[in-house]
Nanobody
């Protein structure tokens, strides 16, 4: 399994921006579809964004569409999520996930689709 390490979290005021990064090691990064999930205190982990192996297709949680952008750099073994216009309800621990995929253009939106997870990075948005 690939190992994942997230970074870039922190405290930001509402309306601000953050970019999270997830560095992968121990596998062929371009073989993995990638996703970002989040878990707020007292709530279940939820899907945020996903990207296909090639980077050609992406999917988003409705509430982050137009504000968050997922991308990947296969040469750097890294996936990113750029988060703009942050809201207090975006406060959560954000997790990176990976799933080996045979399909270049398919992304995955379910927790059960992924088998490798990072340790998470805290994002706190103050009002």
């Amino acid at each position: 399994q690939v190992q994942l390490v997230e970074s870039g979290g922190g405290l930001v005021q509402a309306g601000g921006s953050l970019r999270l990064s997830c560095a992968a090691s121990g596998g062929t990064f371009s073989s993995y579809a990638m996703g970002w999930f989040r878990q707020a205190r007292g709530k279940e982990r939820e899907f945020v964004a996903a990207i296909s192996r090639s980077g050609g297709n992406t999917g988003y949680l409705d509430s982050v569409k137009g504000r968050f952008t997922i991308s990947r750099d296969n040469a750097k073994n890294t996936v990113y999520v750029q988060m703009n216009s942050l809201k207090p309800e975006d406060t959560a621990v954000y997790y990176c996930a990976a799933r080996k995929s045979s399909w270049l253009l398919t992304y995955f939106m379910s927790l059960a689709d992924y088998d490798s997870w990072g340790q998470g990075t805290q994002v706190t948005v103050s009002s």
